[in-house]
Nanobody, 127 residues
């Protein structure tokens, strides 16, 4: 059972930056697309970004496009989310997740397509 551990969250002022990391316990994670989701208080979990198993393609929610960048380092079993120009509405718990199907050529925004989740890391954007 793969374990995913997010880190890098914290408190940042509007306009600031944070880099989230997701560490996987298994090398097999390199065979799967990975996603980032977030959940704000009182709201449902929403898609943020996804990256193919090779890192060759990415997908972003409109709300973060141009500000967030997802990358991965399969040699280290790591996935990253660089967040720039942060806004108060980006405040949420951020989760990384592993997609169900290995080496899929498609990227999905649907949470039920992911079957392994981290515990989340809190990001708060406030002055």
């Amino acid at each position: 059972q793969v374990q995913l551990i997010e880190s890098g969250g914290g408190l940042v002022q509007p306009g600031g930056s944070l880099r989230l990391s997701c560490a996987a316990s298994e090398r097999t994670t390199s065979n799967y697309a990975m996603g980032w989701f977030r959940q704000a208080p009182g709201k449902s979990r929403e898609f943020v970004s996804a990256i193919t198993w090779s890192g060759g393609r990415t997908l972003y929610a409109d709300a973060v496009k141009g500000r967030f960048t997802t990358t991965r380092d399969n040699s280290q079993n790591m996935v990253f989310l660089q967040m720039n120009s942060l806004k108060p509405e980006d405040t949420a718990v951020y989760y990384c997740a592993q997609e169900k199907a290995p080496k899929s050529v498609y990227l999905t925004t649907i949470p039920s397509s992911y079957d392994h989740w981290g515990q989340g890391t809190q990001v708060t954007v406030s002055s």
